[in-house]
């Protein structure tokens, strides 16, 4: 007499469709990511963004005067904000980080960076990062101080950071597309 098969229980049907969607969500893992959170990789364009930290600034505190020398004391109702990063170029030539990039509140308010280049911790508007390069350089105030990346420096108001919460770091990319990354404050 032959052993009749029983069909397939519930617990393997269901065990074979979980492995079949890991399957396919593994598929395209390797998208290039245009929007996260504060210590992903973010890509804009062919540059790769990564924030190490973001954080309010005091004028009055150590390291913080050093990264804000030359920066005018604050009016009443005003913070500085700080987001310290890393800019890697992936392409093949030249990447200069835009400008325009912005830090956006939940009311649409819109802040744009403060050049701080030449305290040696800022990032560079106006120097290209090399292909298969990164900023800040290795050697530089910015790579080896306490926060390990190139400061953007950002005067906001005080609701911003303290009530129109999260905010949004908004980086253009060559195609005219957006990056985004939400800010860990």
Do not use: H, W
């Not at 069909?7 to 893992?29: E, I, K, N």
């Not at 364009?45 to 309010?56: C, F, H, K, N, P």
């Not at 420096?153 to 060559?174: C, G, H, W, Y």
């Amino acid at each position: 007499m032959e052993a009749r098969r029983r069909p397939p229980g519930p617990l393997f049907v269901l065990l074979a469709l979980l492995a079949g969607a890991l399957t396919v969500a593994a598929c395209g893992s390797d998208e290039k990511s245009t929007s996260g959170n504060e210590g992903q990789y973010i890509n804009a364009g062919d540059a790769v963004y990564q924030v190490q930290l973001s954080r309010l600034m005091n004028q009055q505190t150590k390291p913080d005067d050093d990264y804000l020398r030359g920066q005018p004391v604050l009016g009443a109702g005003q913070q500085y904000v700080g987001v310290f990063l890393t800019v890697q170029n992936d392409g093949k030539k030249p990447y200069l980080p835009p400008r325009d990039m912005k830090v956006v509140d939940t009311q649409g308010n819109e802040y744009l960076p403060i050049d701080v280049s030449s305290t040696g911790f800022g990032l560079s508007f106006t120097d290209p990062i090399a292909p298969s390069k990164k900023a800040p350089a290795p050697d530089s105030p910015a790579a080896t101080g306490p926060e390990g990346g190139a400061l953007v420096l950002f005067r906001m108001s005080e609701d911003s950071v303290t009530q129109n919460l999260p905010l949004d770091l908004k980086i253009p990319a060559p195609s005219g597309k957006e990056s985004n990354i939400r800010l860990d404050l």
